[in-house]
C-alpha cells in the first residue's frame, strides 16, 4: 500500500487556478494508478481525474474536462491536479487516491489521503 498526503488547497475566486499535489510514500508508486476525488458538503464523494501507472493514460469527469489537468512524476512520487477556470462548484475536500488498477481507482478510488479543502468565492 501507499500513504498518501495531499497539499495545495486554498480559497481562490471563480476562474482562478489551483494545483493540488499527491506525494506518495513507497517504493512501488510508479507501478500504481492515481486519482482525484471530491466531496462538497452534503454529497457523495465524485470521481474527479486519474492517470494510469503504464501509459500516463489520464480520464476526467465530465465536468472538470478541459478546465483540469491531472499529471505524475514518478521521480518524485507525486501526482498533480491543475485546475484552471475554477467555479463556485468546484467546492470541495479533494482526495488523492491509489491502486495499481485505473479501473479500481475510476470506480471507488482505493487508498485514500487525508484531503485537502478548496473554495471557490463567486
Known amino acids: 500500500q501507499v500513504q498518501l498526503v495531499e497539499s495545495g488547497g486554498g480559497l481562490v475566486q471563480a476562474g482562478g487556478s489551483l494545483r493540488l499535489s499527491c506525494a506518495a510514500s513507497g517504493r512501488t508508486f510508479s507501478s500504481y494508478a492515481m486519482g482525484w476525488f471530491r466531496q462538497a458538503p452534503g454529497k457523495e464523494r465524485e470521481f474527479v481525474a486519474a492517470i494510469s501507472w503504464s501509459f500516463g493514460s489520464t480520464y476526467y469527469a465530465d465536468s472538470v474536462k478541459g478546465r483540469f489537468t491531472i499529471s505524475r512524476d514518478n521521480a518524485k512520487n507525486t501526482v498533480y491536479l491543475q485546475m484552471n477556470s475554477l467555479k463556485p462548484e468546484d467546492t470541495a475536500v479533494y482526495y488523492c487516491?491509489?491502486?495499481?488498477?485505473?479501473?479500481?481507482?475510476?470506480?471507488?478510488?482505493?487508498?485514500w489521503g487525508q484531503g485537502t479543502q478548496v473554495t471557490v468565492s463567486s
Open positions: 487516491a491509489a491502486d495499481p488498477n485505473v479501473l479500481v481507482v475510476i470506480r471507488a478510488g482505493g487508498s
